[in-house]
């Protein structure tokens, strides 16, 4: 067991080292160390530095947030990912500072996660790949501003075309010259007897070295990229393992302010639910001597109870696999199934068939519903039924 | 820079035979070696025995006519064909454009990319396609379109140019007008350009110009392609500096453009004529530099949008061509070919109002959706066309 923990932990670092080198090569600096990934995992530093820099310029390089709100909270590194992460959907409590004394660096991680989740990863690639290949032409041309009083008459429209035309033909052309020249230099090249040294024209050399090395850079990026990509899944596993942490964090928390409150959370809950599907049969009495459309056309509705008992058991099972995280200490022995508990698979199944049975019973009272109706229609005549 | 002919059909193998012949005879004189190593290079390619085969891929639906054309290369001594560059099947299209489009091409696509295929191979360097054909059969027309679809498939970047031979008004075939409109409508899209010859206008020519009697196919044919010949035989462009231009296809083809040529050095004629979009005048043989073009600079016949500096192209080469001592050629892209397109249209319009025929079409799968659109689509190049003076 400890072997392949330790194991695992080097291909964790492994894999977050590939993470940490991607980042890097796209530009991304100051990268934290794969270290202190693990350290954030276990609950660092609320104020860990290098990972609020991180998620800023995450956000800041993949445009989510704008370049004008960067400047103005230039100092407030944590309003910005605040800012930035609201952006791209991820609401966590933390962001709107309640529940200030339960945040870690760990959230921080998730928050990091979720980022790569949506694709920020790939966006950042994009836009890394268009500045360092020259030979890419920019693919989305800028949006072209028109101004608003443009005149188009046909004639202009006209010559538009034919300078389209005109240009496609001249790139063809160009094309069709380079690949013979490239041919005769071919011949030219492999006929010379002498292979002297290629003659480096000052000027243009500089500009040859930075070539290559753009060149180098982005065979860097890809290559980082390719490597991630082969290993992304076990560090998806890896951060569930953070996100079930927190989880637990959070339950450890939560349960040691009042266990009460949350299992009357829980009761309330149920409670509802019964309410809801008790209501119904209720309701049902009243439509029927109605001769009120719109009450006639009310949702199809469960007219039966529900078996509680299943819901009952499931909340129970829930609950007690909290009390359990409560109480690791007891091992084996919370294994066994306590009377009036379900183990998960039967609840599932019950749950499952409770489903069906709802679906039916839906629908029969849907065909019922639609008979009353009819026989409504029939009942008064002179006028006419108009289905929406 | 090698030109890769495609022949298809029977009309388009017999042009494209005479093509060749004019195309051949014309390099042979020792005394340019420029121009006719240049001309070779284009359409022919050595053998290790030093004979020269076109390069060109023949296809038709019967082997009667690929058969027929092989054979007279071949009798020429001066080319031929290669061995296996032709594809034949025995059935025929049987005048029918769906047939062709819809059966036959997608059928023997395969045979005829890799012929094709085969022949790109063989060039240094490609500079485009020239399928050849009629639009007025089955096989020429449907056939045609198919492969010029594929060409476009299969070679983004390359310039097709379809040499189309408009039958004659009066015509054999009583379903060219579907063909035709089928043909237009689709290569419209596809083609880079389409370069006209219409039988009727060569017609006049063999008569009136020509003197000839009993006029054939092949005294139409050998005018065609002496007029082919002479747009694509070695020039001297304007930013070629001197050489000739590799690019046999350099110019800047917009859409339609007909040529009307003849024999010995002519000028435009006002009065009565036809707005052109674009103009490309060739000139070839003694005082090529010395002539007066002037009169195809006047802007009365171009559009106001387009002025004639950037619509007139003038290529010109010292070189007499096929023994005349001045020739010159006009390709125009103008209105010249309003008035038989139109008629065209018209008539295919009428048989299709009473659905003549039509079921023969849709038994291969051109619905009569399919017709509209070609109709629509040509209607709208009429207008366009129509409306060039403004």
């Known amino acids: ?388 | 820079m090698s030109v890769v002919t495609v022949q298809l059909g029977q009309c388009g193998n017999q042009v494209g035979q005479e093509l060749f012949d004019v195309i051949s005879s014309d390099a042979q004189d020792g005394q340019r070696k420029t121009y006719s190593s240049v001309s070779r290079e284009r359409f022919f390619r050595q053998t290790s025995q030093g004979d020269f085969e076109a390069r060109a891929v023949l296809v038709d639906m019967e082997p009667k006519v690929i058969n027929h054309s092989m054979n007279r290369a071949a009798k020429s001594g001066r080319w031929r064909y290669a061995e296996a560059s032709h594809f034949s099947q025995k059935q025929g299209s049987g005048n029918n454009w769906a047939n062709g489009f819809r059966v036959l091409g997608p059928r023997h696509r395969d045979a005829v990319e890799e012929l094709v295929r085969r022949e790109v191979e063989h060039c240094d360097v490609l500079a485009g396609f020239i399928p050849m054909m009629s639009v007025a059969g089955g096989t020429g027309s449907g056939v045609g379109t198919f492969v010029t679809q594929c060409l476009r498939d299969v070679y983004p970047s390359s310039f097709v140019l379809n040499h189309l031979t408009w039958p004659y008004g009066t015509g054999e075939v009583i379903v060219q007008n579907y063909n035709s409109v089928l043909t237009l409508a689709h290569l419209y899209q596809l083609s880079d350009a389409l370069l006209v010859h219409e039988n009727d206008a060569v017609h006049r020519i063999c008569s009136q110009q020509l003197n000839l009697k009993q006029i054939s196919f092949g005294d139409l044919n050998r005018v065609i392609a002496h007029q082919l010949a002479g747009v694509l035989q070695p020039a001297l462009t304007p930013d070629s500096c001197g050489a000739y231009s590799g690019n046999p296809l350099g110019i800047d083809w917009q859409v339609r453009p007909p040529p009307a040529s003849a024999g010995r050095t002519s000028s435009l004629t006002a009065g009565g004529f036809n707005a052109s979009l674009a103009n490309l005048l060739i000139l070839r043989g003694k005082d090529v530099y010395s002539a007066e073009t002037g009169g195809f600079e006047d802007p009365a016949i171009y559009t106001s949008w387009l002025p004639p500096a950037e619509a007139l192209s003038l290529w010109k080469s010292p070189v007499p061509f096929d023994k005349y001592e001045k020739s010159a050629t006009l390709v125009s892209n103008s209105q010249a070919l309003l008035r038989p397109l139109d008629d065209m249209v018209r008539k295919a319009w009428n048989m299709f109002a009473s659905r003549a025929y039509i079921h023969q079409y849709v038994k291969f799968g051109i619905s009569e959706e399919d017709f509209l659109d070609s109709f629509t689509s040509l209607e709208q190049v009429i207008s366009s066309y129509a409306q060039l003076q403004c």
């Not at chain 1, 004008?68 to 966590?92: D, M």
């Not at chain 1, 790569?116 to 920019?138: C, P």
């Not at chain 1, 302010?257 to 829980?266: E, F, I, M, R, T």
């Not at chain 1, 119904?280 to 056309?297: E, F, I, L």
């Open chain 1, 1 to 388: 067991m400890q072997r392949s923990k330790a194991a695992a932990g080097v291909e964790v670092k492994r894999v977050i080292g590939a993470l940490c080198r991607l980042l890097a090569a796209l530009g991304l600096d100051p990268v934290p160390a794969p270290e202190a990934f693990r350290r954030a995992k276990f609950g660092g530093r609320p104020e860990g530095d290098p990972f609020w820099q991180l998620l800023s310029s995450i956000l800041h390089m993949s445009g989510i947030i704008s370049s004008e709100t960067s400047s103005q909270l230039r100092g407030e590194l944590r309003k910005l990912v605040a800012a930035g992460l609201w952006q791209s959907g991820y609401h966590a409590d933390w962001i709107y500072g309640a529940d200030a004394g339960s945040f870690c660096s760990r959230d921080l991680l998730l928050a990091l996660g979720w980022l790569l989740a949506k694709g920020v990863l790939e966006t950042l690639l994009a836009g890394r790949v268009e500045q360092l290949d020259q030979t890419l032409l920019s693919s989305a041309p800028e949006k072209p501003e028109f101004s608003a009083d443009l005149e188009l008459d046909a004639a202009s429209l006209r010559r538009l075309q034919w300078l389209m035309g005109h240009l496609r033909h001249r790139g063809r052309t160009l094309l069709s010259t380079i690949g013979a020249r490239t041919r005769a230099l071919h011949e030219v090249l492999s006929s010379s007897q002498v292979c002297s040294a290629a003659p480096s024209a000052g000027r243009s050399s500089a500009a040859l070295t930075e070539d290559c090395f753009s060149l180098q850079q982005l065979c860097e990026l890809l290559d980082a990229y390719v490597s991630w990509k082969q290993v992304e899944k076990v560090f998806w596993t890896w951060m569930d393992s953070v996100a079930d942490r927190r989880l637990c964090d959070l339950r450890d928390r939560t349960s040691s302010q009042g266990v009460s409150h949350s299992l009357g959370a829980c009761h309330q809950g149920k409670q509802r639910l019964e309410e809801m599907l008790r209501g119904p049969a209720q309701q049902q009495d009243v439509k029927s001597g109605d001769a009120d459309w719109a009450v006639a056309s009310l949702p199809p509705s469960l007219s039966s109870r529900l078996s509680a008992p299943s819901v009952h058991q499931m909340c129970r099972a829930r609950l007690q696999a909290e009390q359990r995280l409560r109480r690791p200490s007891e091992g084996p022995h919370g294994g066994a199934a306590a009377p009036g508990e379900l183990p998960a698979p039967q609840a599932a199944q019950l749950l499952l068939q409770a489903e069906t049975e709802l679906l039916q019973r839906r629908d029969r009272r849907r065909l019922a519903n639609r008979k009353q109706l009819q026989g409504l229609m029939g009942s008064l005549d002179q006028q006419v039924f108009i289905a929406l």
